[in-house]
């Protein structure tokens, strides 16, 4: 069954800096990887899409890389700020068997001025 | 403005009572599906569906039913709501079975 970590569970960060989110699974065969932010009352909202095809995929300030053979996938945010702050999910969806999205438990970021 | 929506954000009921989740989307797309969130266990989906009247069961099924009779409305349905059905209930659709997931504001239900 996939497990899908994401460390650390929460991070706090001054405003500017650069800053990497972990995105872990147990089983490589996704066929992609959705990073998502959730805002407190605002539901989920889509950052990046990646394929397991892709090493990259860029949007703005976000980065999102994956290692689909190492079960791994960062999202990088540049020169951070307090509008950033929220929490980071990242969700795998097999390539076999495609109805569900295998979500992790996220990583709350708090971005201080 | 292209979104799903989810009706009501906020329920409080009581055991046993029926009740209805409601959720649409105006995008046309094909899949849609329920997820529920609880601290300490992440997001998991409850059912889902591939087209009208194609639905089929996910991880969490108990206790819960969904229709799906238009392309655009796919509600969720709790016919005696209990108190481990408290939770934080999210509707998402995508247009393929690979594509992005776009998911509503969600609802927090509270049963007592």
């Known amino acids: 069954k996939q497990e899908v970590t994401q460390i650390p569970a929460a991070l706090s960060v001054p405003e500017g800096e650069n800053l990497v989110l972990n995105c872990s699974f147990t089983?490589?065969?996704?066929?992609?990887l959705q990073w998502f932010r959730q805002d407190p009352g605002k539901g989920l909202t889509s950052l990046l899409l990646i394929q397991s095809s892709q090493r990259e995929q860029t949007s703005g300030r976000l980065n999102a890389s994956l290692d689909k053979s190492s079960g791994r996938s960062t999202l990088y945010i540049a020169a951070s700020q307090p509008g950033d702050s929220a929490t980071y999910l990242c969700a795998v969806r097999p390539d076999m068997g495609y109805s569900t999205l295998t979500f992790g438990k996220g990583t709350m970021l708090l971005v201080s001025p | 403005e292209a979104q799903v929506t989810q009706n009501p954000r906020y329920l409080i009921t009581v055991t046993g009572k029926k009740l209805t989740v409601t959720c649409s989307q105006n995008?046309?797309?094909?899949?849609m599906s329920w997820y529920r969130q609880d601290p300490g266990l992440g997001l998991r989906q409850i059912y889902y569906?591939?087209?009208?009247?194609?639905?089929d069961k996910g991880d969490v099924p108990e206790g819960y039913k969904v229709s799906r009779k238009e392309k655009r409305n796919f509600p969720l349905i709790l016919e005696s709501p209990s108190p481990n059905q408290t939770s934080l209930y999210f509707c998402?659709?995508?247009?393929?079975?690979?594509?992005?997931?776009?998911f509503g504001q969600g609802t927090r239900l509270t049963v007592v």
């Open positions: 569906s591939m087209n009208v009247e194609v639905t």
């Open positions: 995008m046309n797309h094909e899949y």
């Open positions: 998402a659709s995508r247009r393929g079975p690979y594509t992005e997931a776009f």
């Open positions: 089983d490589s065969a996704i066929y992609n």
